[in-house]
């Protein structure tokens, strides 16, 4: 590969503080990100390449590693493989499934984010061959690559539930916040109508890695508020069934919520995985240390267990061995998102396998660092950025009130604001930031502005 000229220093990221200042700080605070300054610095120092970087899929982390690559280089063939028109804004299915935005909040199209110089290939990926180099298409088109970012998020598997019907969703009381827009609209309007008339609602959580851990809790904890405002909370009985032991990954956090749904009425059994439901009789049936239990149900949400599309899991991509391997998660090491096997591969987003970080904050942190590995790589140097695990969960509790949760790999708490936004208090500017100065600053993390 031909070497270009060295390269000014990349920019580093910037302060996480600096990016949520932009979310507390409001909406005009939004218009003008704070990492505009660094974006400009960087423009006048492009590397010149010839480089093949072809990216599989084209969600939160292929469209923000597309849009840093084309910003700092030049030359080089940018490809974007992803068949879906339609973007998705998926933390707003929450907010569409709880009733506080509509059913197009979290739609955009694919087209509107695709950076200047970078080719769009609207077709699927069928194939990753990592000796030869190439991705194939689902039309049988052979991309060759001299690097790859795998950025195809996961797959929702609904069909491991037994008798699970993905197109009931929004009858019989059966919801699904994670599907689509479409089934989280019509989630709302089954909660809508559960909060009329009271009843036992069930949560869960899947057995398996999952993007957002945060939500089904958020879920539960918005439930409950709709039942309290229209005076039926006394008429509904409401049980979260955590897969495990605990109901969040990082001790303090659970915690708290466990505190929380204490105080709210909420139930909690723990062990529990859902692997069947009959939605005509409104039964759902958990897994348990003793045996199948099953649930009578008026409303449900249900949440599939999760996996790597089976464009990864057929592919020689995954873990061979460990936690990440049953569910084919990809083999990268976890501060540079580089293929341990194959070091002109990187995994960017919910498809890699790494300890924590299935959501679309961890991309923001995360695909600085993969681009700024492959351009040194690019350069024959290497990078000094590392990725800590960072991820971030502003989870409602109310309506009108959420707490900012921030850890690491280590699950550390790392609040961005110390002092100001305490991470597990239940406030109002957290509920604002969640429901409005989050997606403009997704949308322009698409555009990379990280
Ligand atoms: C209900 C819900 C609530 C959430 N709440 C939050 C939150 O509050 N905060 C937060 O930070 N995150 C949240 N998330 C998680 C966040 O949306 C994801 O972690 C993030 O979108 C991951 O980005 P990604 O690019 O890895 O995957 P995605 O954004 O899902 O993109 C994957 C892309 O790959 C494409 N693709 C798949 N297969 C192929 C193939 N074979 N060939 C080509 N392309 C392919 C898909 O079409 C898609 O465009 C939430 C998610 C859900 C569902």
């Known amino acids: 590969m031909k070497q270009a000229p060295p390269l000014s220093r990349a920019p580093a990221p910037l302060p996480r503080r600096d990016f949520l200042k932009g979310c507390a700080g409001g909406l005009g605070a939004l218009l003008l990100p704070p990492a505009l300054a660094a974006d400009t610095a960087a423009a006048g120092a492009r590397e010149r390449t010839p480089a093949r970087i072809v990216i599989v899929g084209a969600g939160a982390a292929g469209l923000t590693c597309a849009s840093l690559l084309a910003r700092r280089l030049e030359g080089a063939r940018i490809t974007l493989v992803d068949a879906r028109q339609a973007h998705y804004y998926q933390p707003g299915y929450t907010l569409v499934a709880g009733g506080i935005k509509p059913a197009g909040y979290p739609v955009s199209t694919t087209r509107e984010h695709v950076p200047a110089g970078v080719e769009w290939v609207a077709e699927a990926a069928a194939e990753i061959d990592p000796e030869a180099r190439h991705v194939t298409t689902r039309a049988g088109r052979i991309l060759p690559y001299d690097f790859l970012i795998v950025a195809c998020g996961l797959e929702l598997d609904y069909a491991a539930i037994d008798g699970m019907d993905e197109a009931r969703i929004g009858q019989d009381g059966l919801g699904s916040i994670y599907h689509s827009p479409e089934k989280a609209s019509a989630t709302w309007a089954l909660l809508s109508r559960f909060a009329d008339t009271g009843g036992v609602g069930v949560f869960l959580r899947p057995g398996t890695e999952m993007k957002c851990a945060g939500a089904p809790l958020k879920y539960a904890f918005i439930t409950d508020d709709h039942l309290r405002r ?4 006394g008429k509904a009985e409401l049980i979260y069934n955590a897969n495990n032991k605990v109901l969040f990954s990082v001790p303090i956090v659970s915690e ?81 998102l580089r293929h341990v096997r194959y070091p002109e591969i ?32 690019l350069r024959g140097t290497e990078s000094p950025l590392s990725y800590d695990g960072y991820t971030s969960c502003p989870l409602i509790t109310r309506l009108g009130r959420a707490m900012l949760v921030e850890f690491d790999y280590r699950n550390n708490l790392v609040p961005s604001f110390p002092g100001v936004v305490a991470p597990l208090e239940e406030l109002w500017v957290t509920w604002v930031m969640k429901t409005m100065a989050l997606k403009p600053t997704y949308i322009s993390m698409l555009h990379g502005h990280v």
Request: charged share 20%; no cysteine; proline share 10%.
């Open 230 to 233: 229209r005076g039926l909370r």
């Open 256 to 336: 708290k919520v466990r505190m929380l749904f204490e105080d709210r009425g909420i139930e909690v059994h723990y062990d529990r995985i859902l692997t069947a439901i009959d939605p005509g009789r409104r039964i759902a049936t958990f897994s348990t240390p003793d045996g199948p239990a099953q649930l009578g149900y008026d409303f449900i949400n249900v949440i599939p267990p999760m996996r790597a599309p089976g464009l990864v899991r057929q592919s020689p991509l995954p873990w061979r061995e460990g936690p990440y391997a049953a569910d084919g998660w990809i083999q990268v090491d976890p501060h540079s």
């Open 346 to 377: 990187f995994a960017v987003g919910d498809v890699a396998g790494v300890p924590k970080g299935k959501t679309a904050a961890s991309v923001k942190w995360q695909a600085p660092v993969a681009v700024d590995h492959l351009v040194a790589a």
